[in-house]
């Protein structure tokens, strides 16, 4: 039932490899313990996602790091890299095992669960609707972080994924948007994500 | 030549246990990282003392949440914390596996590393020397993060270990301080701790 899809050869230098799955071990741990603490299947899904993501990744970062080996000096240097990319690979699937508890209904104990929602940040993902008023605007100019306390941390757009973006970054319908931020800010700005309010606040 | 502890059974309520592998196992990612990017024997050395933290901990939650079940409802819904638990010592291990190519004297290629570089955080774990300015004092009078930019983001005091510590922990002589900050917050942080430095600027 699992569609695998062929991971083929692509030129990409091993360090902006490892630089990206170093980034989304860390976001993938940030996301499963939100999943699991506020049983979100969304986020324990975009988790799954990522899972999928860093396998290819890590696959691609293999061949590369093979190319790169001219000689025994090179692959000595090179083992330090591919025991971190196997690293950032396990990071992903304890993750991944924090996700699917979400996703299979299982859960946590709803007094563990109490204890953790004390945490005041928690994280959203919400899917950009037609006529939402964050389309089309670069993150800059809608300075969520001073208007409602929220930051976007990911984008995914289709299969693409857009890791703490840059102020340049716009936002467009159907982008998959992952933000940090106090509980009545990460509200707000589901509202504003699906379209149901209009309107940012000064 | 491993030094086996018995690890004995402690009442503690098991959500304080897994609030508190989920927060060591996110320092352990932070460290392990930063160790093999900046090639930091002293960052390792603190990831193996908190993988066995975190080793001893999943322990003593085990035993804690099978005398918390009485029936099986209660098992069912203290499974989902087991996962959790077992994802956090999965993380913890992935971080060991990286600090132990430091260690190893295997390292990162520097190619690599230099790319990891441009991060603007790093972090930094310091001992606390007699005469350091740093010691009998309130986090909150010290105001790190204020006059230098950094943050203490753990203590270790022996075996103990606080994590985040809040603004009315007091330093002590001879503690281990993991704290984050732009580089040249933190080399002043590191000469305030060993006493060169011997006075805060305002």
């Given at each position: 039932m699992v569609h695998l899809e062929k991971v083929e050869y692509k030129p990409i230098p091993v360090r902006d490899l490892l630089v990206e799955m170093k980034d989304i071990s860390e976001l993938m741990i940030d996301l499963a313990y939100s999943a699991a603490l506020f049983h979100s299947p969304e986020l324990a899904e975009e988790v799954l996602e990522l899972e999928e993501h860093i396998d290819k990744l890590a696959y691609i970062l293999g061949m590369n790091a093979m190319l790169a080996a001219r000689d025994a000096e090179d692959a000595e240097a090179l083992v330090g890299v591919s025991v971190v990319a196997a690293a950032a690979n396990k990071i992903s699937d304890a993750a991944a095992d924090i996700a699917a508890i979400v996703l299979q209904e299982i859960g946590i104990h709803p007094i563990v669960r109490e204890a953790f929602q004390k945490v005041e940040e928690r994280l959203i993902r919400v899917a950009v609707k037609p006529?939402?008023?964050?389309?089309?605007?670069r993150l800059e100019e809608l300075e969520l972080a001073a208007r409602i306390?929220?930051?976007?941390?990911a984008i995914r757009r289709g299969k693409r994924w857009i890791l703490n973006?840059?102020?340049e970054e716009t936002a467009r319908e159907k982008d998959v948007l992952v933000a940090r931020g106090a509980p009545m800010g990460v509200e707000e700005f589901k509202r504003l994500a699906d379209g149901t309010v209009q309107k940012l606040e000064d």
């Open positions: 006529g939402s008023i964050l389309t089309g605007q306390g929220v930051d976007i941390i973006p840059d102020d």
